[in-house]
């Protein structure tokens, strides 16, 4: 059986070094979806790379236009952080759905993107707040929205030698409210049959003057609905324009049957969410 060498660089640089001189190389954070892999036979890394040793993956650094989260910082640190849960309620309830307790003490949002799943719970709550991921390589740093970095199930937009050093969501414009829910088969622990993700922004009036819409679950990838938002803007959230919304979200969903669901079942749970996901964004935005 191969073995697998396991290193802990404490600078980026370092890490690159390592994964540019070894293609079999895996970059490991919290490991909640990589040794389970590992472990099912899956994925045989030549060697591990883990990067909770190198400081700026595992900072969150706030500046007056935004929060840089990064790629190793576990779950829970995000759903704790004052800045983040008061900017962006609706991250840290995507976030707080990831497995456990225990899961969250390790499992972070930089591999909730990378492991590329269709259903990764973070990812379509990231979309909605125009994050932008920033990944490295020895040719230099690139920035890539989060809503492109997901190409098919398991593949991103990293080429070999690449990783996500982190993301960057930039702060919310006053009377912006976020939200996401997904339905699951059980009560927790469970892989979304569909999720949604919304962001809306409203004046003083009520009136949405600016609107994001994602689905999880039902697609290859977490996909943005230009049309759901287009149903939101300039109505006052109220419930002809939200059926309008998940009307739009259901039309964009191309699921697939599985154990989980049909995919009828699926794109009218991705309807029902998004109603309900942007009332709760609505109530939240005209708090602020
Ligand atoms: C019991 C259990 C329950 C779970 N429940 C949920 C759930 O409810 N919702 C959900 O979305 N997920 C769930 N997951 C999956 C998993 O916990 C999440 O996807 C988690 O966010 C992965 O983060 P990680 O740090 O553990 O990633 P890792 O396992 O360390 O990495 C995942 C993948 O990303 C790559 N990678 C990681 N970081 C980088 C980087 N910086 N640059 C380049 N590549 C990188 C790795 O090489 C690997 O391919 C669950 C897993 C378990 C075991």
Redesign the pocket.
């Known amino acids: 059986m191969q073995t697998s060498r396991y290193e802990a660089p404490g600078t980026l640089a370092a890490a690159l070094s390592v994964i540019g001189s070894d293609p079999g190389a895996?970059?490991?954070?919290?490991?909640?979806?990589?040794?389970?892999q590992y472990q099912s036979g899956l994925?045989r890394p030549s060697v591990f790379v883990d990067?909770k040793r190198i400081p700026e993956?595992m900072a969150i650094a706030v500046d007056d236009t935004g929060v840089t989260i990064g790629?190793?910082v576990p779950?829970a640190d995000i759903c704790a952080h004052p800045i983040i849960a008061a900017w962006w309620p609706g991250l840290v309830d995507a976030v707080s759905?990831?497995?456990?307790t225990q899961?969250q003490g390790?499992?972070?949002?930089?591999?909730?993107l990378?492991?590329g799943?269709p259903?990764?719970?973070?990812t379509c709550a990231l979309i909605v707040n125009g994050a932008v991921a920033a990944v490295s390589s020895p040719a230099g740093e690139r920035r890539i929205e989060v809503e492109d970095f997901v190409l098919s199930p398991g593949k991103t937009v990293?080429a070999p030698g690449e990783?996500?050093?982190s993301v960057r969501l930039p702060k919310p414009i006053p009377h912006t409210g976020d939200a996401y829910q997904r339905l699951i088969p059980r009560s927790e622990?469970?892989?979304a049959v569909a999720s949604v993700g919304v962001s809306v922004t409203v004046d003083e009036g009520g009136v949405c003057t600016a609107a994001q819409v994602a689905i999880g679950a039902v697609a290859p990838t977490p996909l943005r609905v230009n049309e759901a938002a287009a149903a939101l803007i300039g109505s006052r959230l109220d419930a002809a324009a939200l059926a309008k919304a998940a009307a739009a979200a259901s039309a964009a969903a191309r699921p697939i049957d599985d154990r989980r669901g049909t995919a009828s079942y699926r794109r009218t749970i991705v309807g029902v969410l998004t109603q309900r996901v942007t009332a709760v964004a609505a109530a939240r935005a005209k708090e602020r």
């Not at 390790?106 to 909730?112: D, F, L, M, S």
């Open positions: 895996m970059i490991l954070a919290g490991g909640t979806d990589l040794l389970v994925r990067v993956f790629a190793a779950a759905l990831i497995g456990s899961i390790r499992a972070t949002v930089g591999g909730n990378c492991n799943s259903a990764a719970d973070s990293l990783l996500l050093v622990m469970d892989i």
